[in-house]
């Protein structure tokens, strides 16, 4: 047994996954990395291509410490069996909605640059590329993904955090013990 050193953050948008990745970060010592920024958008918001995000992962997850704030779908298979530890934040729709609409309408009044200079707007928020239409679209099939992770005895350790006070009780623990042991891989 050992303490983790490569760590997922998984959950629906809106959940907080990018700030708990920073806070874990600061907290252990481990770099993070924010697979928006990093590995999924260029400027203009353009998407970069699948092959390029695969790569992208793959160079992340073969280091030996990380902390990632998601796995989109095009390349979770290739982070997934790399993490040692998924915290997974399966919150209700109404607390990560409520953040998502928060944080969006804040990011478009004071024109916060996101996903490697992007900028929000309220006619973006607005579109069929809506983040907000993609937390609708989405939130089903994430909490499935959380719950066959959280069953999968071959894959990851999974922590399943239902609630931002049980996330708040976990981070104090991981403050004051460091992350938690998990069987080697």
């Not at 760590?7 to 700030?19: D, I, R």
């Not at 579109?127 to 989405?138: A, G, K, N, Q, T």
């Not at 909490?143 to 708040?168: F, K, W």
């Not at 623990?173 to 069987?183: F, I, K, N, S, Y």
Request: with cysteine.
């Amino acid at each position: 047994m050992f303490r983790a050193q490569r760590v997922l953050l998984y959950g629906v948008t809106g959940s907080g996954k990018t700030t708990l990745a920073r806070t874990l970060g600061v907290a252990t010592g481990l770099p993070w990395y924010s697979a928006d920024d990093e590995i999924g958008w260029l400027p203009s918001w353009c998407e970069r291509p699948t092959d390029e995000q695969r790569a992208l992962a793959k160079a992340i997850s073969d280091q030996p410490a990380w902390i990632l704030d998601t796995a989109y779908g095009k390349w979770k298979d290739v982070v997934v069996p790399r993490a040692q530890l998924v915290v997974a934040l399966d919150y209700p729709r109404r607390v990560s909605l409520r953040r998502l609409l928060q944080r969006t309408v804040s990011r478009i009044l004071t024109r916060e640059a996101v996903c490697n200079g992007n900028v929000e707007s309220f006619r973006q928020a607005l579109s069929r590329d809506s983040i907000l239409l993609w937390h609708f679209r989405s939130f089903e099939r994430k909490r499935r993904r959380i719950a066959e992770m959280y069953a999968d005895p071959d894959g990851p350790r999974v922590i399943r955090l239902s609630s931002p006070e049980q996330t708040r009780r976990w981070m104090a623990d991981v403050e004051r013990q460091g992350l938690p042991l998990v069987d080697s891989r």
